[in-house]
């Protein structure tokens, strides 16, 4: 279970002035796209579930597959089942333009493996939906991994502070409390970024 504190940011001087004040603490910046995938008769989705390639870097170099499964968000702290494995980013590359290339590279995934044990893709196999860039800030500041995002989706952009956490409700205490005391304006998110992608609109 992946639990994380994801505070939503107004706008792009807003992320700007908090990642001045996260500067002293950056660790890196990742340049990630997500790309994701259904099987063909939507035996993921009608299960809350998402398959996910995510490269990183503009030239590829890594790329990881992702299980996303029973996604909960509530006043600002995610939960959601989540497996990952490290993918080949030739073929996950060849995957995106062929995506029928996911299921035969079964054999070679423990994790495709287990989505088509447990949500039963047929032999028709998986369908590419599409996806966004991501421009990531990583910061470590006061024991806690932030990450600054900045999504580019087709219909615009989004900004979203984000903090993995095992105490979520008091680490986004500490959060609020460092936001408000630097007049950072924010809300809790109340979608994830898949689903702002799939919406087609950003939050309000």
């Known amino acids: 279970m992946e639990v994380e504190v994801k505070l939503r940011l107004p706008d792009a001087s807003t992320h700007q002035k908090l990642s001045d004040l996260l500067s002293p603490f950056h660790l890196e910046t990742l340049i990630q796209e997500n790309i994701f995938f259904d099987g063909s008769n939507s035996e993921l989705s009608s299960n809350r579930a998402i398959l996910r390639l995510r490269f990183y870097d503009v030239a590829s170099r890594s790329c990881v597959l992702s299980l996303k499964a029973k996604p909960l968000i509530s006043h600002g702290v995610s939960r959601v089942l989540e497996l ?28 495709l493996k287990r989505v088509r044990e447990e949500f039963g893709v047929g ?50 205490k500490v959060l609020e409390r460092f936001l408000e005391d630097n007049g950072i304006r924010y809300k809790y998110s109340e979608v994830s970024k898949f689903g702002v992608f799939k919406s087609g609109k950003l939050p309000v």
């Open 84 to 111: 990952e494995e490290p993918f080949d980013p030739v073929l996950g590359r060849a995957c995106v333009a062929d995506p029928w290339r996911l299921k035969a590279a079964v054999s070679s995934s423990t994790l």
């Open 123 to 172: 032999e028709q196999g998986f369908v590419c939906l599409g996806g966004f860039r991501n421009v990531r800030g990583v910061y470590e500041w006061k024991g806690l991994k932030l990450e600054l995002d900045e999504s580019n989706f087709d219909f615009g952009t989004c900004y979203e502070l984000e903090c993995e956490s095992l105490n979520p409700e008091n680490d986004k």
